[in-house]
């Protein structure tokens, strides 16, 4: 099975995911989380599953950037602040980072969903059998 | 198996026959040939799943939702997917909090290599191999630490807040606001003067190599790098130009003094009749120490015209008020300066001290910072206006300077006759020049204004009469000349003659040299007004009340080497009483400089010699003159008046009382409390009766004069009442009112009350948020201490204070309230307000080489030219 092939196994999908999702991220274009999962869904099997692996990838991805900031920057900080500004309290600040995460996710999750979608209509054997997986 | 597409169930084929089949046998054995995989031929010729078609649609049509929805601003909060974002939003803010141990970047434009070490405090010390590298490096280092704020400084300046905030902030209309400065038009004035300037200048080369330096940071910040404000307010600086940098100088020019006073000394004349403005708003006032003290005689107050337009002056007035809420340009309180010659001092070199009062906010007004460039002559430290370059106030090897603001009268209001497109001048017609602007408002269409403006200037008003604006600022030239060649200033004949170039606002220049020579200069532009003063809006079709000239230069107050052995202002009258030109009338009520000359005196009395120390306590000094001049008289008033504990307890407060304005005691609440009563006790029911209820008040010396040179004045009857008034009816009155309100706030024991409960200091942010903001901290001090307060919630104070010292340079200390950096996440964001609020101050470190600083750098910049 080559790396192309769709219906990869979950992994596959979730890898691609986190690693565009994490190089997506150094061109400051966030909408880019979208395609992440784009890219990656269209390896996947099913919208439901890949918009989870997309959602993980990015999530995941985006994550790992904001743990460097957390252990290397003030990013706590920054956090309780962006809170403040909000008109939560100090002490809310990590629903900030939370809510980072999601908005990466779900732009990784939709773009996984449609992703899966597109490919099935790119490549329209029924993603389920079993003999698409392999070659005669 | 192979996964072929069917047709039917599943889906359906668009295009069908032989070609079509033969098209898929084509496809099929290009997959196993080629790529060993399946490929999408079924596509290609248009056979498409119907359902995984429905499907792709809706997840894209979902998404574009979801991704524009959080890729909009909703309500006031920006859009959420790029604050999310860890590669642009605002998480890079922490990112950039400090700068790193050493950073090495290519500049272009640069002729050398310049050295940037920042100190422990964040104060950066540019070392470079010639003036243009210089300059160039300012720019980048104020960038790094400022960019917000001097992109806010310029759009104040040049009326583009809307552009940035929208149509309204903190309840303020920002396209009025924005109208209003692009009508005073300073961004205007500021092309016309770069425009005439000339590019091979001194100080045009600096502005051009500042422009350039916060250029290259623009293009190495890029988005991430941009500070949390851009991020939440959703745009991008546009680059920097030279004029930004001219826009922000007459910007603080204005601030400093751009009044309507004239407007609103005509409705109190209107009111009131021109006699009891001349009582109560003398040009002369009572009890001033003036900076230039002269003997004196006193001069003619001036008369105002025939009827006037009420209703446009009043509209001036307000919209003035408005506009200033917003831009920061608030009731001055003021500044201080004193130099005191060798003869005095411990050290038998002059000792220097300034502390000019100006808004505080977050990032504060002033950024430190030290340049030198390697065999040009300079070599200066102090304090600078974001976004201009050069130092503003300092010191360099061999002088130390400061300044205080004269509030000299250098804006007039012309009453035009105008006729549609016409007006009427020395009885010829023109034409009212138009200039259309355009504000960009976020998020709303752009409004289109048009600024007309006869030969005096912009037409400020219009509602009913037109009143055009004639200011000394449309004089101005470029603004930064006079600082440039400042920094170089190596005497006092070099100092003198760059004050030739200083014209707006008018300031009462310090001036100290390790020669030992001490100096005060109130220098600027005053325009030459003969047979009328500009206490009122002036007649502008008879061609009769025009600004012949400015003032001669050498003619400005000014006061070398004194006899005193010391110099001072606080924005006191500045000329001595016989000084044969009109200068202004709304001088400060001469308090601060009364205190300090008081100070001077017993420091030095005897052969005690002033000492850095006592130079401190005077910056800090908190003793309310015009409290410890009349309380005597008013404890004589209220003594036995009172009807209970409360009251007995205020009033035996004060009998006790130094006068000073101690945040911990509670004597200067009931006195600050009192002092407000009884001025509006005083004056109010004239006010209401003139209808000039919110126009300002008689100043506190003019009080103190009535209280001890005219008691019996008809001021202190309420006439709303058929009795006839005492002052000390008034001032039982005021205490009685003081003191119920105070208990109301405080409680009833009035040994728990404290000063700093009721007077407090704030240091807000640009933009309003309160996050970013600092305080309240309680205070002490009143609008009439040296160290000055503003008896409720200060917003501005002493925003520089520098102790110099000319025997050793290196020993000068200095402070500010606020820190070098803008990034609230820096520790350098609210260093300096920390030991500002300790009453502290920091050595002013100044090495001459890059490698002197060795012990105390915490970071390093490399600029490398090509």
């Known amino acids: ?136 | 198996m192979e996964a072929v597409p069917r047709p039917g169930k599943r889906g359906s084929l668009l295009t069908a026959g032989a070609s079509a089949r033969g098209a898929l046998r084509i496809c099929r054995t290009a997959r196993r040939n080629l790529f060993r995989r399946p490929t999408p031929c079924a596509a290609w010729v248009g056979f498409v799943d119907r359902r995984a078609a429905a499907k792709s649609v809706t997840s894209i049509v979902v998404s574009i939702f979801v991704l524009v929805l959080l890729s909009v601003p909703i309500g006031i909060l920006p859009p959420l997917g790029g604050l999310a974002n860890p590669g642009g939003g605002i998480w890079g803010v922490a990112d950039q909090a400090e700068h790193p141990a050493r950073l090495e970047l290519s500049f272009p434009e640069l002729r050398g290599t310049v050295t940037v070490q920042r100190d422990t405090l964040g104060i950066p010390h540019v070392f470079a191999t010639n003036l243009h590298d210089v300059f160039s490096a300012q720019g980048f280092v104020t960038a790094q630490d400022r960019l917000f704020q001097m992109d806010m400084l310029r759009r104040v300046a040049k009326g583009e807040l809307a552009e940035a905030f929208g149509p309204t902030a903190g309840g303020t209309d920002l396209v009025e606001t924005d109208a209003f400065m692009r009508t005073i038009g300073l961004a205007d004035l500021a092309r016309r003067f770069w425009g005439g300037a000339d590019p091979t200048s001194d100080e045009s080369v600096a502005i051009t190599a500042y422009a350039e330096g916060v250029n290259a940071y623009l293009r190495h910040a890029g988005v991430a790098g941009l500070p949390l404000e851009f991020k939440l307010l959703d745009y991008r600086p546009r680059p920097w130009a030279p004029e930004d940098s001219l826009s922000i100088g007459l910007f603080m020019a204005w601030s400093l003094s751009g009044t309507f006073e004239d407007a609103e000394l005509a409705l109190l004349a209107d009111g009131l009749g021109a006699a009891a403005v001349d009582e109560l708003f003398p040009i002369l006032g009572p009890y001033q120490r003036p900076v230039d003290p002269r003997p004196s005689t006193r001069g003619g107050e001036g008369t105002p015209l025939g009827p006037l337009s009420r209703m446009a002056l009043q509209d001036l007035v307000e919209r003035k008020r408005a506009v200033d809420a917003f831009t920061g340009v608030g009731p001055l309180l003021g500044s201080n300066n004193w130099a005191v010659h060798g003869n005095l001092t411990d050290t038998q070199k002059p000792r220097l001290a300034n502390d000019p009062h100006l808004q505080f906010t977050m990032p504060a007004i002033w950024y430190e910072n030290h340049l030198v460039a390697d065999g040009s002559g300079l070599d200066a430290y102090g304090v600078s206006f974001p976004g201009v370059p050069v130092v503003i106030l300092g010191q360099n090897r061999r002088i130390a300077w400061g300044a205080t603001n004269v509030g000299a009268d250098v804006v007039d209001l012309y009453e035009e006759t105008i006729d549609e497109d016409r007006y009427l001048f020395n009885g010829n017609w023109f034409d009212v020049v138009v200039r259309p602007e355009t504000i960009h408002v976020k998020g709303r269409d752009a409004v289109s204004i048009e600024v007309r403006s006869t030969i005096h200037g912009p037409i400020v008003t219009a509602q009913g009469t037109e009143y055009a604006m004639r200011w000394t600022g449309q004089d101005a030239g470029n603004l930064l000349r006079a600082f440039y060649r400042i920094d170089f200033a190596q005497n006092w004949g070099e100092f003198r003659t760059a004050l030739e170039n200083f014209t707006v606002a008018a300031q009462n220049f310090v001036y100290a040299d390790v020669d030992g020579n001490i100096a005060m200069r109130s220098n600027g532009l005053y325009p030459l007004r003969e047979g009328f003063t500009g206490r009122y809006p002036l007649d502008g079709a008879s061609g009769a009340y025009e600004w012949n000239d400015f003032v001669p230069f050498d003619e400005y107050p000014e006061s070398v080497n004194p006899i005193e052995d010391f110099v001072l202002s606080a924005n006191q009258q500045p000329q001595y009483d016989a000084y044969p030109y009109y200068l202004g009338w709304s001088w400060d009520p001469g308090y601060r400089a009364r205190r300090i000359n008081e100070m001077l005196e017993n420091y030095t009395a005897g052969s005690r010699k002033v000492t850095e120390a006592d130079f401190r306590a005077m910056q800090l000094d908190d003793v309310d003159v015009f409290a410890r001049e009349t309380t005597p008289l008013v404890l004589q008033a209220i003594t036995g008046s009172c009807g209970d504990a409360v009251c007995s307890d205020a009033l035996a407060s004060l009998a006790v009382w130094d006068a000073r304005m101690d945040e911990d005691a509670a004597a200067p609440a009931v006195w600050w409390r009192f002092a407000n009563r009884f001025r509006e006790e005083i004056f109010g029911d004239e006010w209401a009766q003139g209808g000039v209820t919110g126009h300002m008040l008689p100043f506190p010396n003019v009080i103190e004069y009535l209280l001890k040179q005219d008691p019996a004045s008809a001021w202190f009857d309420d006439f709303a009442t058929p009795a006839a008034e005492t002052w000390q009816d008034i001032a039982r009155r005021a205490f009685d009112e003081a003191v119920s309100e105070l208990a109301a706030e405080l409680g009833q024991n009035v040994a728990a009350w404290r000063w700093g409960d009721v007077n407090v200091r704030e240091f807000p942010h640009l933009t309003g948020l309160e996050p970013l903001g600092r305080g309240p901290f309680a205070a002490g001090g009143d609008p009439l201490t040296v160290n000055p307060a503003a008896g409720d919630v200060a917003t501005g104070g002493a925003s520089w204070r520098l102790l110099a010292d000319l025997s050793d340079l290196a020993r000068s200390k200095g402070v500010y309230p606020g820190g070098q950096s803008g990034n609230p996440l820096s520790r350098h964001y609210d260093d300096l307000l920390q030991l500002w609020l300790a009453g502290d101050y920091h050595a002013l470190r100044t090495p001459r080489t890059a490698a002197d600083l060795a012990a105390n750098v915490e970071s390093t910049l490399i600029l490398r030219g090509p």
């Not at chain 1, 994490?22 to 395609?35: D, I, M, P, S």
């Not at chain 1, 997309?54 to 950037?65: E, P």
């Open chain 1, 1 to 136: 099975m080559g790396f192309f092939d769709r219906a990869h196994r979950w992994n596959t999908v979730l890898f691609t995911a986190f690693v565009l999702g994490l190089l997506f991220v150094y061109t400051g274009v966030w909408q880019l989380a979208f395609f992440a999962g784009l890219f990656a869904g269209i390896l996947g099997k099913t919208g439901r599953r890949d918009f989870l692996l997309g959602f993980l990838g990015v999530g995941l991805a985006w994550a790992g950037h904001l743990l460097w900031f957390y252990l290397f920057f003030p990013a706590g900080e920054l956090a309780s602040l962006f809170a403040e500004i909000l008109g939560l309290s100090a002490g809310m600040g990590f629903v900030v980072p939370l809510l980072a995460v999601l908005i990466g996710g779900i732009a990784g999750g939709l773009g996984g969903l449609a992703g899966a979608y597109l490919g099935q209509l790119a490549y329209p054997q029924n993603p389920r059998s079993a003999g698409a997986e392999s070659e005669p």
